[in-house]
């Protein structure tokens, strides 16, 4: 049997964004979110399987408001985890202190093109800054 060396997991699609091209569309509002108990069993079962790696997408990871306990409890089962980010919230210092020290080793930022573009793409007026 083969095993997984990695996953993408996605706990919730809520977003602070509206992306002209987003898979989740209609989703946004509607999307039933993974309790944290569900996020945990979705981890054990990858890091049972083989996995050493995890990338939180979404929707937007930083939004789900357990997000750090969910990099601490992947950290705490030897998982190397990863955030890909609209960056909105990292903003923030202070957050970024608290992934980090939930675990969290690496996070790209997705910019959608320069300032003008960013923010139409989003929707979203000053997403480009805050990003």
Not at 23 to 49: F, H
Not at 70 to 77: E, L, R
Request: aromatic content about 10%; some cysteine.
């Amino acid at each position: 049997m083969k095993k997984i060396s990695g996953f993408w997991l996605s706990p919730s699609y809520r977003c602070n964004n509206r992306c002209r091209w987003c898979y989740v569309g209609g989703m946004l509002s509607r999307a039933p979110e993974a309790s944290l108990e569900e996020v945990k069993s979705y981890i054990d079962k990858m890091v049972q399987t083989g996995a050493k790696r995890c990338i939180l997408v979404g929707g937007e990871p930083s939004f789900y408001p357990s997000i750090l306990d969910v990099i601490a409890y992947a950290t705490s089962k030897g998982v190397d985890i990863r955030m890909m980010s609209n960056g909105r919230k990292l903003a923030s210092y202070d957050f970024v202190l608290e992934l980090k020290r939930a675990g969290l080793t690496y996070c790209s930022v997705s910019l959608e093109g320069p300032e003008k573009i960013h923010d139409e793409t989003t929707r979203v007026p000053g997403s480009f800054q805050e990003s």
